[in-house]
T-cell receptor, first 115, second 109 residues
Framework: NAGVTQTPKFRVLKTGQSMTLLCAQD?????MYWYRQDPGMGLRLIHY???????AKGEVPDGYNVSRLKKQNFLLGLESAAPSQTSVYFC??????????????FGPGTRLTVL | GQNIDQPTEMTATEGAIVQINCTYQ??????LFWYQQHAGEAPTFLSY??LDGLEEKGRFSSFLSRSKGYSYLLLKELQMKDSASYLC??????????WGAGTKLIIKP
């Protein structure tokens, strides 16, 4: 099992450019999450999904969009990147269809710099 | 509002014991998690408490008191590789994790 994978691992954008971060999991998890992590701050939830075809806003959704067309994939889009979006982005997944609470499994992260 | 508090940084000596505290106020409670995060890496799961009491797992133990909104992570026989950030997170009623800012643990020889 690969667990949770993310692409790309690093990216540099110019202000106004767009990009999509890809996340995939092979653990049959229902829930998937996108977080950002900034120095001195806890992980902040951007958007999440409780199942295929569903998405919901988290704590800091502005400037981002997401899609969950397939259960195993969760995409995070930046339509017009801004320097404030410079951060490390983590994808995570958790909770099987049985509803048992388990830990969230994290991808390796994407380090994004917006100039 | 929802809030997770933990110390910003702690220093301990190799071979010693350290306790990292976490206090929380959240809307609903579906358990408390501790994660370890080495610099430049993703968080990895350490422990999960949903009932009051102590959960022991090797050198690491985690304690929970729901009535006090309090948890601690206890690390014994510290090793240099334990130098990392330790993240406390509470799962709220919507099955979302609310995260603390993390405690950076520095281990000195």
């Amino acid at each position: 099992n690969a667990g949770v994978t993310q692409t790309p691992k690093f990216r540099v954008l110019k202000t106004g450019q767009s990009m999509t971060l890809l996340c995939a999991q092979d653990m049959n998890h229902e829930y998937m999450y996108w977080y950002r992590q900034d120095p001195g701050m806890g992980l902040r939830l951007i958007h999440y999904s409780v199942g295929e075809g569903t998405t919901a806003k988290g704590e800091v959704p502005d400037g981002y969009n997401v899609s969950r067309l397939k259960k195993q994939n969760f995409l995070l889009g930046l339509e017009s990147a801004a320097p404030s979006q410079t951060s490390v982005y983590f994808c995570a997944s958790g909770l099987t269809s049985g509803g048992d609470i388990n830990e969230q499994f994290f991808g390796p992260g994407t380090r994004l710099t917006v100039l | 509002g929802q809030n997770i508090d933990q110390p910003t940084e702690m220093t301990a000596t190799e071979g010693a014991i350290v306790q990292i505290n976490c206090t929380y106020q959240t809307s609903g409670f579906n358990g408390l998690f501790w994660y370890q995060q080495h610099a430049g890496e993703a968080p990895t799961f350490l422990s999960y408490n949903v009932l009051d009491g102590l959960e022991e797992k090797g050198r690491f133990s985690s304690f929970l008191s729901r009535s006090k909104g309090y948890s601690y992570l206890l690390l014994k026989e510290l090793q240099m590789k334990d130098s990392a950030s330790y993240l406390c997170a509470v799962m709220d009623s919507n099955y979302q994790l609310i995260w603390g800012a993390g405690t950076k643990l520095i281990i000195k020889p």
